[in-house]
C-alpha cells in the first residue's frame, strides 16, 4: 500500500494548528474563570463578607468568634462556587442562608486541617480540586488521586501555581499599602475566589481528560439539540 508523504505532512500540521488552537483557547477560558467573581452573587458575597470581617478586626478580641464564622460562611461559598463552575454553570451563584448550615457543608474545616497537614504547597490546589469533586478528606491527601488529578489538568496546573503565586504576591503588597480596611478585606477575598473559580474552570476544561460529567457543556447541548 502507498502511503503519499504530502498527505501526512498536511495531517500532521492540521493536527498542529488545532492543537495550538485548543490550548489558546483554554488559556483564555481560564482567564475567564480567573475574573468570573467580579460578577453576579460573586461581588455581593465579597463586600458583604469584607464589611464582616473588618468590624470583627474592630472588635479586638471580642470579634474573634464573628471573624472566624464568617471565614467559615466565605470558604464555604467558595466551594459552591467550584460546584457551579466545575458542573459547567457560568453565573456565580446568588448567597442563600441554607448554604451556611455547617451540617451541610464541611469541605472547608477539611481543607484546612489538609492544609496545615500539607508538606508541599504544591500539592495544595490538586487537593482543592479532590475535596471539591469527591468531598472526600482522605482522597485529597491520596497520593495517587493527587498524581491523577495533577496529570489530567496537565500543562494547566503549572498556569494555576503561577496564577496563585502572582496573586499572593499581589495580597502581599496590597496589605503593604495599608489601604481602607474594607477595600484591603474585599482585594483578598476576591482573590480567594478568584482561585476558586479559575481551578474549577481548569477542572471543567480539562473534564474529558478527567472523566467527569459536567451539567452544563457544548457537547449536552449538541445532544439535546440533535433530532431524535
Known amino acids: ?16 494548528a ?17 475574573i468570573r467573581p467580579a460578577r ?13 470581617l473588618a468590624l470583627g478586626e474592630k472588635a479586638g478580641l471580642m470579634g474573634i468568634p464573628a471573624i472566624l464564622i ?18 459547567g454553570l457560568d453565573e456565580p451563584p446568588a448567597l442563600d442562608i441554607a448554604m451556611l448550615n455547617p451540617v451541610d457543608e464541611q469541605r472547608p474545616l477539611w481543607q484546612l486541617a489538609i492544609l496545615l497537614m500539607a508538606v508541599a ?9 479532590i475535596l471539591g469533586l469527591e468531598g472526600n478528606p482522605f482522597k485529597a491527601v491520596y ?13 494547566s496546573y503549572v498556569v494555576i501555581l503561577a496564577v496563585l503565586a502572582g ?28 482561585i476558586f473559580s ?13 472523566g467527569l460529567d459536567a451539567w452544563h457543556s457544548p457537547e449536552r447541548t449538541e445532544e439535546q439539540e440533535a433530532p431524535s
Not at 143 to 155: F, K, W, Y
Not at 198 to 210: F, S, W
Request: hydrophobic content about 55%.
Open 40 to 52: 453576579g452573587g460573586a461581588i455581593g458575597v465579597v463586600i458583604v463578607f469584607a464589611v464582616l
Open 18 to 34: 488545532l492543537s495550538t488552537n485548543s490550548q489558546e483557547s483554554r488559556s483564555a477560558n481560564l482567564l475567564h474563570h480567573l
Open 167 to 194: 496573586v499572593a504576591l499581589l495580597v502581599g503588597l496590597v496589605a503593604k499599602l495599608h489601604l481602607w480596611l474594607v477595600l484591603e478585606l474585599a482585594i483578598t477575598m476576591f482573590a480567594i475566589l478568584s
Open 70 to 87: 464568617s471565614l467559615s460562611w466565605y470558604f464555604k461559598y467558595g466551594y459552591i462556587l467550584f460546584d457551579h463552575v466545575v458542573r
Open 121 to 129: 504547597g504544591l500539592l495544595f490546589p490538586a487537593s482543592v480540586a
Open 143 to 155: 497520593p495517587v488521586a493527587l498524581v491523577r488529578m495533577i496529570g489530567g489538568l496537565g500543562l
Open 1 to 16: 500500500m502507498c502511503v503519499n508523504t504530502p498527505d501526512i505532512l498536511i495531517q500532521h500540521r492540521v493536527k498542529m
Open 198 to 210: 479559575m481551578l474549577a474552570g481548569a477542572v471543567y476544561e480539562r473534564r474529558h481528560e478527567l
